[in-house]
């Protein structure tokens, strides 16, 4: 004998997520995930469920994928040894090879084969195609301990042009981008997806940026994954990085989120890939999941201040 579930928790949640629904649909996310998820085949296809979700709500869905532990472990198979500074990776020649495979190849047709299960039309493409994203090679930095790093392949971002990106969004289609992108000479260069995620964001005037990591949001306390800060603004994030609160791989997503927003993204969400709904839920309702950063902490609604109180 079969019975009925009650279906008023369901249609609950509909209601209240109606208002967020009415108001997204038709504006531009940017949806980052590092390649950390890509290792957790359920993870993987629980993210990949939510943009589905926000597509089919009518939000114009750009997603940007990194793939670091990917190419760590190709490199390494290859013996080459990977180097990070400041939470950025050096690149030589011998890795360049392999980060085109892994990031244009391994990663971004494994994304595509679940958006293809999961009904959405989607296109993988880079920072290469149509001039989506022109670079030029780092010059040597020398950092605050007086050493002098080259970086090798690692582009710096000269200028965005999303025309490709409006032309597939206009007729029904997501981009699923690497950050892979290329000089003028033609020479591949590896670029932090954080920073071609929000410097996208900024030339679409998205209303959100989504950065999905590891860590369950921004933390005042590092090695305390309790310590989430609900919300911040550009100010708050300057003071966490003279504080040391931001350090390793949060440097460069702390330097994207104030690229993104200066550049006129609206809202920037740092999120947990491992949170049971967590885009759904920071998306669709006043209590979210991870830290909301904005420019400025008094435009922050009410309900929103709230629900980080």
């Known amino acids: 004998m079969m ?12 209601r209240s997520a109606a208002p967020y629904i009415r108001m997204f649909k038709g504006k531009v996310f940017v949806v980052k995930a590092g390649g950390g998820v890509f290792g957790d085949p359920e993870a993987t296809r629980g993210l990949i469920e939510q943009i ?51 990031l244009n190849g391994l990663v971004n047709t494994r994304i595509l ?34 050493e002098t790093v080259d970086y090798g392949f690692v582009g710096d971002i000269d200028s965005t042009d999303p025309t490709v990106i409006r032309k597939l969004l206009d007729n029904g ?5 690497s950050p892979l992108s290329a000089d003028d000479q033609g020479t591949l260069l590896n670029i932090n997806a954080d ?14 940026l989504i950065l999905c990591t590891g860590a369950p949001g921004i933390l005042e306390r590092v090695d305390d ?5 609900s919300y911040t603004d550009l100010r708050g994030l300057k003071k966490m990085r003279e504080e040391g609160s931001i350090a390793d791989g949060m440097l460069p997503k702390a330097k994207a989120i104030e690229d ?18 967590g885009i759904l839920t920071e998306v669709f309702t006043n209590e979210g999941t991870g830290t909301l950063v904005v420019a400025d902490i008094n435009a922050l609604t009410p309900a929103e201040q709230s629900a980080g109180s």
């Not at 019975?3 to 509909?14: E, F, N, Q, V």
């Not at 080459?80 to 392999?98: E, F, H, L, N, Y």
């Not at 195609?129 to 670079?135: I, M, N, T």
């Not at 920073?195 to 959100?208: D, M, Y």
């Open 3 to 14: 019975h009925r579930t009650d279906p008023s928790a369901a249609i609950r949640s509909l």
């Open 52 to 102: 589905a979700i926000l597509h089919y709500f009518g939000v114009r869905v750009v997603f940007v994928h990194g793939g670091g532990p990917q190419l760590t472990e190709i490199t390494e198979a290859l013996g080459v040894p990977t180097r990070m500074v400041q939470g950025r990776r050096v690149t030589d020649q011998k890795s360049i090879d392999a980060t085109s495979m892994v």
């Open 113 to 146: 084969a679940m958006c293809r299960d999961l009904d959405i039309d989607a296109v993988g493409i880079s920072g290469v195609d149509a001039g989506l994203v022109r670079a030029h090679r780092r010059p040597p930095v020398k950092m605050s301990d007086g």
């Open 173 to 177: 289609l997501m981009p699923v981008i």
């Open 195 to 208: 920073t071609v995620a929000a410097a996208i964001g900024a030339a679409l005037s998205a209303e959100k």
């Open 225 to 229: 994954p309790s310590s989430i800060i």
């Open 260 to 277: 993104a927003i200066r550049g006129g993204v609206r809202r920037v969400h740092v999120i947990s890939y491992q949170a049971p709904e």
